[in-house]
């Protein structure tokens, strides 16, 4: 979800990823986000998320060591070169309802459509 400072909604993403881990669809969802935000004009961003692993290494505390989450992390980091400034922040998925609800629907609908009619 792409918001404004004031909190007005800008922009939705809810697509279904297929069988992933829940790591790849956090990294995927942050790089989908950066780029509407880049589409939309953006020049500074916070980036939120209850992910704390991706908040953590985007960073730069910990390590990317999974060799799957390399090229992902890669994509992250070339959409958040594209911006003046950027702040990351962990939030409790608590406090993060709407992007978790987002995520539920693009799996609900990805699994519509694996199913036969």
Known sequence: ???RSDGEVLATIAEGLGETTNNVAEYTAAREGLRKAAE???RRVH???D???LIEQLTGRYRVKAAH???LFAAVQAEIARFEDVRLEHVPRERNREADRLANEGVDDWLRG???D
């Open 114 to 116: 694996r199913r036969p």
């Open 47 to 49: 980036l939120r998320s």
């Open 1 to 3: 979800m792409v918001t």
């Open 40 to 42: 939309l004009g953006a």
């Open 69 to 71: 989450l390399r090229p």
């Open 51 to 53: 992910s704390q692993l």
